[in-house]
T-cell receptor
């Protein structure tokens, strides 16, 4: 079982460049999420999609956009990368939007902006 | 707003020692509580959960009890192994399915 697949695993960008992080899940989950992980700060929610066709801002959405392409795929786009966006990005999914389901995480994308 | 506070790390133990990682939370309503574990170079994995007060979550020898009166969800294991070395995250579920995470606690278990 693949679960949640993220691509790429590593990326180096120059300031001002753009890129899209891809995420796909094969568990028929309804809800998907993008988090960033920074040292000493835990994980912070960037955007989420409660169900196919909907997206909403999380705690730290500035500088990012998302697309819920279909039920399986949820991409994160950086339009003009900044050094402050150097981080590890995790995509996650849950069976449904509601209490107690828990998340399945991908293995992450390590992004460095120079 | 909702928040999670974990004990400061890192934590270093010898194999077979008793483990406690403290977690307290602030939330409105009655959140669900989770512990996630992250092994080096990997994503987070759900370790255990509790969805209402006094519930005990357990998995792989780890346990945590949802204490509403103390707003706590401390993680415990009676005898740790080297393979338990990882970062542990406490989390609470706020509106809908949105998770708020603590900062994480690095655990190292020495043989």
């Amino acid at each position: 079982n693949a679960g949640v697949t993220q691509t790429p695993k590593f990326q180096v960008l120059k300031t001002g460049q753009s890129m899209t992080l891809q995420c796909a899940q094969d568990m028929n989950h309804n809800s998907m999420y993008w988090y960033r992980q920074d040292p000493g700060m835990g994980l912070r929610l960037i955007y989420y999609s409660a169900s196919e066709g909907t997206t909403d801002k999380g705690e730290v959405p500035n500088g990012y956009n998302v697309s819920r392409l279909n039920k399986r795929e949820f991409s994160l786009r950086l339009e003009s990368a900044a050094p402050s966006q150097t981080s590890v990005y995790f995509c996650a999914s849950s069976e449904a939007w509601g209490p107690g389901y828990g998340y399945t995480f991908g293995s992450g994308t390590r992004l460095t902006v120079v | 707003g909702d928040s999670v506070t974990q004990m400061e790390g890192p934590v270093t133990l010898s194999e077979e020692a008793f483990l406690t990682i403290n977690c307290t939370y602030t939330a409105t309503g009655y959140p669900s509580l989770f512990w996630y574990v992250q092994y080096p170079g990997e994503g987070l994995q759900l370790l255990l959960k509790a969805t209402k007060a006094d519930d005990k979550g357990s998995n792989k020898g780890f346990e945590a009890t949802y204490r509403k009166e103390t707003t706590s969800f401390h993680l415990e294991k009676g005898s740790v192994q080297v393979s338990d070395s990882a970062v542990y995250f406490c989390a609470l579920e706020t509106s809908g399915s949105r998770l708020t995470f603590g900062e994480g606690t690095q655990l190292t278990v020495n043989p």
